[in-house]
């Protein structure tokens, strides 16, 4: 069982709580132990396997321990199962609505009695909502703006599609001259694998000149809700998109707020609080005065904290960080020196050898490896060893026409099914750089995965895994890997790890990369370019690994040549 799965749990069991009005402290035990549990990289299932004791966590007491036993063991909690049928699935529903919470649901639910979407709605028409203490005519409007996107079940948008959008909108807005700053906020600049729907800031002193901007942009099928200083319009791909025109002295304040997480800023929040501050996305406040919010260091700053990087805002490590005076310095994209996995027409790249190795030159790349498919994706025109060791050849001879670029002789080696390697150890030890990959049987048992990745570790000529679980993202759930015992196996037969680029991909995830690195395993973050465009991912797998807390010294394409070379195995 996954860890977001015991997560999600604990987190249904606080929103239902939440809606009954329970105790505050209880809701807060089980939103704070699903946060350690979503970004906690051991399998919690496995830890229970082995009997371990889970109140090593930070959140988790005993009763927490007992239920996360009973929901590995039975797969359900009992407790959850109940309360559920006391809240009318519709009920829950509601909690999709953006802008909506436990808080809004429990008013809706308790005190008109709404149990579905479609009831909302039309209290909403009748006016009923603005009636309600607490609640005014905006919010009903918003909730009728918004309420289709729950209905539908939003769909995530993958990070490239999501700052493609947002960051060419963004530009054209930057274009008016009544527009100052403009700048994409949300889980679109937390570099999040997936978003639910973008963010956009924006100062003018009038926000008609952007609004109608946003309202006539020809990415923008519809303005679904325009109030003062806020809109929100649906995209022709289906992604929706908030626009915020802020003043200027507000501007910092508003990308603090709306950058979100919402489990970081709960944080901020508190810490400003216990300041004697107020924090909003208007301002930190001391009273009624206005003490921060132009900049984002400004505001972090008033509460006593260095700037975070966007990346890095998930309420994970960065707090303990911040204290410390120890944010890591993440690395970037111009850190990267070399690019370790790619194909060529010799297996099913759209580029040759040649083609490859001078556009990757021509991006500033030092060294790349050519790693074409073994023979077992036979899809993909795999390779066999005597084919393979014709393309080395190949390759050697691309490498005295080109200079001003290293080339390896590598391979993308398939992990098979019944858990031996796709070619001879004989050729894979001709290799300069060999990737272990899993493409089929990723169905298979936990235990045959492990057993294939454990053969692939331990294999003397295999240097790292590539896109570990085989996941792609929104599309095909990856292998059931035990990430203690592989990352752990990894370090001990100094085997690295890829974070794969590839925007569907991005695979290792930000937080196994995270435990990568806490045992000391390079990782390399390569693009896997079918053609000479797919050099432009890069940028993706870059975030991943910031999102992991990663620096230069953490990813180790970043060194010279002669310097990787020592971290490859003997
Ligand atoms: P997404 O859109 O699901 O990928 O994730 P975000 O993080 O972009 O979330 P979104 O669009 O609902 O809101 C953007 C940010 O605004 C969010 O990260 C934090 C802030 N925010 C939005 N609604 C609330 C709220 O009700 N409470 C608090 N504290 N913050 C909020
Ligand atoms: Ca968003
Ligand atoms: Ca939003």
């Given amino acids: 069982m ?37 970004s906690t990289a051991e399998s919690l299932s496995d830890l229970v396997a082995t009997k371990a004791d889970l109140t090593q966590f930070a959140g988790i007491g005993k009763d927490l321990a007992k239920q996360i036993q009973e929901i590995v063991t039975t797969g359900q909690h009992a407790g959850l199962e109940d309360l559920k049928k006391q809240v009318p699935s519709g009920v829950l529903d509601m909690l999709r609505i953006p802008g909506v919470g436990p808080k809004k649901v429990s008013v809706f639910f308790n005190e008109l009695g709404l149990k579905s979407l479609e009831e909302l709605k039309a209290a909403c028409e009748a006016g009923q909502i603005s009636q309600l203490k607490g609640f005014g005519k905006k919010t009903e409007e918003s909730i009728l703006a918004n309420i289709g996107q729950a209905a539908e079940h939003a769909q995530r948008i993958s990070i490239a599609d999501a700052r493609a959008a947002a960051e060419t909108i963004v530009e054209d807005l930057r274009k008016l001259p009544e527009v100052g700053q403009c700048e994409v906020a ?19 002193s009038d926000p008609g000149p952007p609004m109608d901007c946003l309202a006539g942009h020809y990415l ?10 806020k809109q929100r319009v649906r995209l022709k791909t289906g992604v929706e998109m908030d626009l915020r025109v802020v003043p200027e002295e507000s501007f910092g304040a508003a990308m603090q707020y709306f950058t979100g997480s919402k489990e970081h800023n709960v944080v901020v929040r508190q810490r400003a609080k216990d300041l004697g501050l107020k924090v909003n996305e ?20 008033a509460v006593g904290m260095p700037w975070i990087p966007p990346e890095l805002r998930e309420n994970r490590r960065e707090f ?14 111009g850190d990267i020196r070399g690019d370790l996995h790619m194909h060529t027409t010799a297996s099913d790249g759209a580029a040759t050898i040649e083609e490859m190795a001078l556009a990757a030159k021509e991006r500033g790349l030092k060294y790349i490896a050519i790693t074409d498919h073994s023979k077992r994706v036979s ?20 490498r005295e026409r080109v200079k001003g670029i290293e080339i390896l002789c590598g391979i993308e080696c398939d992990i098979l099914e019944d858990a031996t390697m796709d070619l001879s150890d004989d050729c894979l030890a001709e290799a300069d750089w060999v990737i272990a990959v899993l493409h089929y049987g990723l169905k298979q ?40 015992e592989l990352l752990k196996a990894a370090a001990d037969h100094q085997v690295m790890m890829e974070i794969n680029a590839h925007p569907s991909r991005l695979d290792l995830d930000d937080v196994h990369a995270a435990a990568a690195k806490d045992l000391g395993i390079p990782i390399v973050i390569s ?6 465009n797919g050099f432009d991912v890069l940028q993706f797998g870059v975030d991943q690994a910031r999102r992991a807390g990663l620096t230069a010294a953490d990813v180790a394409n970043t060194k010279s040549l002669k310097d990787f070379r020592k971290l490859i195995k003997k």
């Fill in 2 to 38: 996954k860890n977001e799965v015991i997560a999600s749990q604990f987190e249904l069991l606080a929103d239902i709580l939440e809606i009954q009005n329970a105790n505050p402290f209880r809701v807060r035990a089980y939103r704070n132990a699903a946060r350690t549990i979503s």
């Fill in 186 to 204: 949300g889980s679109c600049r937390r570099r999040k694998e997936t978003c639910g729907d973008l963010d956009v800031l924006a100062t003018c």
């Fill in 220 to 229: 923008v099928e519809a303005v679904l809700q325009r109030g003062e200083t």
């Fill in 282 to 301: 208007y301002g930190v406040f001391r009273g009624e005065t206005q003490v921060a919010g132009r900049t984002e260091q400004d505001v972090y700053a």
């Fill in 320 to 333: 303990e960080w911040a204290d410390g005076g120890a944010i890591p310095e993440l690395v970037t994209i």
């Fill in 379 to 398: 899809m993909a025109n795999g390779l066999d060893e005597t084919r393979l060791r014709k393309h080395w050849e190949d390759i050697r001879a691309v």
């Fill in 445 to 484: 048992p936990r235990e045959q995965i492990m057993k294939r990745l454990m053969t692939a570790v331990k294999n003397p000529h295999v240097d790292i895994i590539g896109h570990c679980t085989g996941r792609m993202i929104g599309r095909r759930e990856g292998a059931d890997v035990n990430f203690t």
């Fill in 527 to 532: 693009t896997d370019s079918h053609s000479v």
